[in-house]
């Protein structure tokens, strides 16, 4: 190029370095520098083509405006996410559409520049980082804590909002679908096993084999479906009882919950006709209870059962056995419907499990049930599960049927002993409001009967499975301690119910009263040994409720010590008593509280026992008197007193346990025979 071009003439002004005019078509394509001569340039003379000019080209740079509205846009948005950052998405689309509104209403003319930017934080043309941003402490204005500018004006783009609104907040958004956690192949096949392992066990319901041939069929897809959320349920609470997924446990479990909450709303339901309600939703909502009960809080996993036991009276599956539900069930797998019963069953007991805590009313009643107990796990898994006798039929039975019931139908009739005790108190407690503190006829009738059927079906327990191990079967194991912790509870209502009488210092005692404490005792300390004896198995594949039975046997053993036998320490000691040191209650109070430590890192169960029990020692501690300091403390022992009522002795229950561990014996005596 001419260096005439490029640099200034001594004898004329300086020539710019953009010479006037546009360049060529030519120059543009080839990326060259035009002369600009017309009527052809230099480069087009010398390649001999025509030199084409285009005048209408559009301005480079920016349009006009498009500054403002970035800047506008900008503020809009941070101020939309400071409201409801969770919204995001909804709220730009808000915001664009507003954005363009105003855009619309204000058109800017032609030619003119842009205005200045609205007072507030913009204040520079090329600065951006001075825009308002909610992560740096500013306050939004729905919370009330927002300051306009220094001079008293609002930014254009700031809603004016009413005092009355100012705490105004969004109302919840309905639960959508969420996105699936990653879980692989091998992952499933090892939670699946994990739960096979530490929950099945203690919640029967399912037939392996069948559930692993339709977890094949059942794809994960993002839709929710009655399967899907079963099969997250199971998960959710197989992580619940190891360590290897905890950092999935949360999510899943959040996962699970807003699914199940989705398939409630979807308007295309998987129901069949004849039941309103799929099984496979009972189960998953009966299982995400069982995980709340153990990782969340009681009043989330009460609430959570509350709604799977409306769902299982909505199926009707307290009738499966009914003769017009067995019309509708021919020719239908024996095995489905033995799922059905057994997940009726479990929601039974789980309803008495969690009643026995707070002495609540239960829900699913015995009454009208119409379904046949489970049928032994080795015929159910086999596929050909055995037709077993209803419930009622069980409780009136005599020892015929020993042996036959599976370690589930065991609790079942457990869980009802249970469940009547708990309705033999809420009557005794109605009774006493009417008619005083004197108990009645009636209710030593239903105390009696409540007893000899513990009697019974401990007797049936010991019979049946003379060896039991917390590792071989959880459930049975669970059996036994329910069979003692209603022991104690009959105690407690005789208690309840004044059964101390005055007597040679202020005190004496009532036979029937003297005789349910010694057997609350040393049902007591019967749950402490059969806690001792499996301490070293681990707690993974033990109940969720067992740390109800361990608490109500330690309350019991801190009772003993602390109140009852500083009052007997400073009286005359009645005849039936005998001495034992000290340091065997507390040997046992401290092995109860020891699994309760254990237990509390995954079960919150057995967390909230234990800091119960924590603030029921340390008072009893502060208030015990110097007399029991002693190195001998005065128990309740093998006699009874002889007045007031005649006491027959049976023989004793006698449960051997792994390791040749020793229990106390367990008196069957008839008490207060009308």
Same mark, same amino acid.
């Given at each position: #190029? ?80 400071? $409201? ?69 004006? $609002? ?109 409630? #709303? ?19 909502? $009966? ?165 000899? #059927? ?158 119960? $029990? ?61």
């Amino acid at each position: #190029m001419p260096a005439s071009r490029r640099t200034s003439s001594t004898d004329g002004p300086p020539q710019p370095r953009q010479l006037p005019g546009s360049a060529c078509e030519e120059c543009r394509k080839r990326k060259l520098r035009c002369d600009r001569q017309r009527p052809q340039c230099g480069t087009c003379a010398d390649a001999g083509i025509v030199c084409e000019v285009n005048h209408n080209r559009l301005a480079r740079g920016p349009k006009k405006g498009d500054l403002k509205a970035l800047r506008s846009r900008i503020v809009a948005l941070e101020r939309r996410l400071s $409201l409801d950052p969770t919204n995001l998405d909804a709220l730009s689309i808000h915001g664009d559409a507003d954005l363009s509104q105003q855009q619309q209403q204000q058109p800017l003319p032609a030619g003119s520049t842009p205005p200045p930017p609205p007072p507030g934080p913009a204040s520079s043309d090329g600065d951006l980082s001075q825009l308002p941003s909610p992560r740096r402490g500013r306050g939004s204005i729905w919370d009330g804590d927002y300051h306009a500018p220094h001079n008293g004006q $609002l930014s254009p783009m700031t809603p004016q909002i009413p005092l009355s609104m100012q705490n105004f907040k969004f109302p919840p958004s309905p639960p959508t679908p969420p996105k699936r956690a990653l879980i692989h192949d091998l992952m499933r096949a090892d939670l699946d096993q994990l739960y096979f392992d530490r929950v099945h066990p203690n919640v029967p319901i399912f037939n392996q084999s069948r559930y692993f041939a339709l977890s094949q069929q059942t794809p994960l897809t993002s839709a929710p479906n009655p399967r899907t959320c079963l099969q997250y349920a199971m998960w959710t609470l197989a992580m619940a009882l190891s360590s290897q997924f905890e950092s999935y446990r949360d999510t899943l479990y959040t996962e699970t919950k807003q699914m199940l909450e989705s398939l409630d #709303m979807c308007e295309n339901n998987h129901h069949s006709h004849e039941s309103p309600v799929c099984i496979e939703e009972i189960q998953a909502w $009966l299982l995400l209870a069982f995980y709340e009960f153990s990782r969340t809080n009681y009043k989330r996993g009460w609430v959570t059962a509350g709604r799977a036991f409306r769902l299982v009276q909505l199926a009707r599956l307290h009738e499966i056995d009914s003769p017009e539900r067995t019309m509708l069930q021919q020719g239908e797998d024996p095995v489905v419907v033995e799922e059905r019963r057994r997940t009726f069953w479990v929601a039974y007991c789980l309803d008495r499990f969690i009643s026995l805590k707070n002495q609540w009313p239960l829900t699913l009643m015995e009454e009208v049930i119409c379904t046949h107990l489970p049928s032994p796990e080795l015929s159910f898994q086999s596929g050909q599960p055995m037709q077993m006798c209803f419930l009622s039929e069980a409780m009136a039975s005599g020892d015929h049927l020993h042996g036959l019931f599976s370690p589930l139908a065991e609790s079942v009739v457990l869980a009802t002993v249970c469940g009547r005790t708990l309705s033999h108190t809420q009557v005794a407690n109605v009774e006493r409001t009417y008619n005083g503190s004197t108990m009645s006829a009636d209710f030593w009738i239903r105390h009696e009967w409540l007893a000899a #059927m513990v009697n019974k079906r401990l007797d049936s327990l010991v019979q049946s499975y003379p060896v039991v191990s917390a590792a071989a079967d959880p459930m049975l194991f669970f059996a036994f301690m329910l069979a003692h912790t209603t022991t104690i509870n009959l105690c407690k209502v005789v208690e309840a119910g004044g059964g101390h009488s005055q007597g040679n210092n202020g005190q004496s005692w009532d036979p029937a009263v003297f005789e349910y404490q010694k057997r609350a005792l040393r049902a007591a300390r019967e749950v402490a040994a059969l806690t001792k004896a499996h301490e070293h198995l681990g707690y993974f594949k033990a109940h969720i409720f067992l740390p109800l039975s361990i608490s109500l046997a330690a309350s019991r053993l801190i009772s003993q010590r602390t109140q009852v036998l500083a009052d007997l320490a400073a009286a005359q000691v009645p005849e039936g008593f005998m001495a034992t040191t000290e340091t065997e209650l507390d040997k046992e109070i401290q092995c109860c509280m020891d699994a309760l430590r254990k237990m509390q890192t995954f079960n919150n169960l057995a967390r909230e026992h234990l800091h119960t $029990l924590e603030i029921v020692q340390q008072q009893q501690q502060q208030h015990q008197p110097q007399q029991h300091q002693q190195s001998q403390t005065l128990l309740m022992g093998h006699h009874v007193p002889s007045q007031g009522h005649s006491h027959g002795h049976s023989a004793s229950h006698s449960l051997s346990v792994s390791h040749q561990h020793q229990h106390q014996h367990i008196p069957q005596i008839q008490l207060c025979t009308y």
